[in-house]
């Protein structure tokens, strides 16, 4: 979806709506459910709004995929592209506003959509906050019961440093 910037008028454009969005970054569950208010002043574009989509992430523990609602708040600022190249180099103002650049006339608000998502998405997803993660030694998912590992007695690397500070004891 693409939003022709000359068209905006004064008063700004509300959008509220759903689309399906297909990314290579990450997986959509649902289509994505988009309220945005676009408002123009000067050669600045000013985006805000809110975003909610349902995303397949993997588990950073246990590697399990599983679905999360993603709620992403979007306050961007568009500058042309064209300023990128001007010797005048935009000061970056330090605020809240993330910063983006748009090209011509046009406005692309699937891009958009798909970059707040992504920027949303927790860096190590966690499917549970008690997620028990994979047995270091064989793999098995803790989630499901406890390994046999356990009881095979600890760890020889950790029977090694016992050792070490059983000595110190004597
Ligand atoms: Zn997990
Ligand atoms: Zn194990």
């Given at each position: 979806?693409?939003?022709?910037?000359?068209?905006?008028?004064?008063?700004?454009?509300?959008?509220?709506?759903?689309?399906?969005?297909?990314?290579?970054?990450?997986?959509?569950?649902?289509?994505?459910?988009?309220?945005l208010?676009?408002?123009?002043?000067g050669?600045?574009?000013?985006?805000?709004?809110?975003?909610?989509?349902g995303?397949?992430l993997?588990?950073?523990?246990?590697?399990?995929?599983?679905?999360k609602?993603?709620?992403?708040?979007?306050?961007?600022?568009?500058?042309?592209?064209e300023?990128?190249?001007?010797?005048?180099?935009?000061?970056?103002?330090?605020?809240?506003?993330?910063?983006?650049?748009?090209?011509?006339?046009?406005?692309?608000?699937?891009?958009?959509?798909?970059?707040?998502?992504?920027?949303?998405?927790?860096?190590?997803?966690?499917?549970?906050?008690?997620c028990?993660?994979?047995?270091?030694r064989?793999?098995?998912?803790?989630?499901?019961g406890?390994?046999?590992?356990?009881?095979?007695?600890?760890?020889?690397?950790?029977?090694?440093?016992?050792?070490?500070?059983?000595k110190?004891?004597?």
């Amino acid at each position: 979806m693409k939003i022709v910037l000359s068209e905006i008028t004064d008063e700004g454009l509300d959008l509220d709506f759903e689309e399906t969005v297909a990314s290579n970054a990450i997986q959509l569950l649902t289509p994505v459910r988009t309220k945005l208010r676009i408002e123009k002043a000067g050669p600045e574009v000013f985006v805000k709004g809110g975003i909610v989509a349902g995303v397949e992430l993997q588990c950073s523990r246990c590697l399990a995929r599983f679905p999360k609602e993603i709620e992403a708040s979007v306050n961007v600022v568009y500058h042309p592209v064209e300023e990128l190249k001007g010797e005048d180099k935009h000061e970056v103002k330090e605020d809240e506003l993330d910063m983006g650049f748009y090209k011509g006339d046009e406005l692309d608000i699937e891009e958009l959509v798909t970059e707040q998502i992504i920027l949303t998405v927790p860096m190590k997803p966690l499917c549970s906050e008690s997620c028990k993660g994979l047995c270091p030694r064989c793999g098995a998912d803790l989630n499901v019961g406890a390994c046999s590992c356990a009881s095979n007695g600890p760890d020889p690397r950790l029977a090694v440093l016992k050792k070490f500070f059983d000595k110190g004891k004597e």
